[in-house]
């Protein structure tokens, strides 16, 4: 199997922590034109037509796009690790901490993405603000479906919230604060600040910690230069 992806994404993150977790051997290959590469997508619109990454491509060609889906068709082909609990109420957790991520928090998120690839003095000030609130709001919402005492997002095993926490939870808290000045939304929440701390001991969740990071830092140095 290829994925196509960028490190930058969260959503492709999501998908590497399934691969990681379930051990699984995938070709991952960046395709031109994503981000702040002005490059043409060139064939990468034949492979998705959609534009965007992630996409995985199976060994006999066929192609899916959307993140989520791809990680519930791993998920359905190799289960033998797997990233969904059995009880109904615990998928079902599994399954709304991924949607508030992915609805709520990346949608509140926008805007701090689309003023971080301007200059400092172009970017929309009032704007920034208003998405640090709305990121604060957005983060709230998991609070009623995170357990206290749990070590990751559901239980005491990665699942797939956890993927689809980990990169918009690191985007939050670490690099919005840093880059626009707003306090650490963390500091009000204290069952998602519980979650942040203790997923951290995961190895899997340090790799897509440091592999996001990295790519955050290199996007920016190619900026400032
Ligand atoms: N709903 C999609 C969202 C994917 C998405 O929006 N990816 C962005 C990167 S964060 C993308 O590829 N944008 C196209 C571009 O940058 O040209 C999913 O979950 O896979």
Request: negative net charge; aromatic residues 8%.
């Amino acid at each position: 199997m290829k994925l196509y992806q960028t490190y930058l994404s969260p959503f492709p993150t999501r998908v590497r922590l399934m691969i990681y977790l379930k051990e699984l051997e995938v070709d991952i290959v960046e395709p031109p034109g994503i981000h702040d590469n002005t490059e043409s997508k060139g064939d990468y619109m034949e492979v998705n037509p959609i534009g965007r990454v992630p996409c995985l491509v199976l060994d006999d060609g066929r192609a899916l796009a959307e993140s989520e889906v791809i990680c519930e068709y791993l998920e359905d082909v190799f289960p033998e690790i797997p990233t969904l609990p059995t009880d109904p109420w615990e998928r079902a957790r599994v399954r709304v901490l991924s949607r508030i991520s992915d609805i709520y928090i990346v949608m509140a998120m926008l805007p701090l993405f689309n003023n971080v690839a301007l200059p400092r003095r172009d970017r929309d000030q009032k704007g920034i603000e208003k998405a640090g609130r709305e990121v604060q709001k957005a983060l709230g919402y998991l609070e009623d479906y995170l357990v206290e005492g749990d070590t990751c997002a559901v239980g005491d095993s990665l699942t797939q919230a956890d993927g689809a926490l980990i990169p918009i939870i690191m985007l939050a808290s670490l690099w919005g604060p840093n880059q626009f000045g707003f306090d650490n939304p963390l500091l009000s929440l204290p069952k998602v600040a519980a979650y942040w701390a203790s997923v951290q001991k995961q190895p899997i969740a340090q790799r897509l910690i440091k592999e996001t990071m990295d790519a955050l830092t290199a996007a920016q140095s190619a900026r400032d230069t």
